[in-house]
């Protein structure tokens, strides 16, 4: 298996917006609420993360679990390894 080219496969930036816009916040709402938990991030750093340009960082994925309220493995589904 080359994960390099199925990049595109285990994007969780897909399933990190499905869940932002479930939860009806915009994305600069999400990046005030990440600042307020501590982490200096950027909107335009949470953009590429959601595009699958940028990887995110583990404290990072703690944050969106507990603003989104959803399980770090609810980030990871659809994924077949």
Known sequence: MKIRQDRDQYNIGKNIRSYRMANHLTQEQIVAKM?????????GSYSQIECGIANIRVEELLA??????????DFFSGFQI
Do not use: A
Request: positive net charge; proline residues 5%.
């Open 35 to 43: 600042q307020l938990l501590g982490l200096p991030i950027s909107r």
């Open 64 to 73: 969106l679990s507990k603003i989104l309220s959803v399980e770090i493995n």
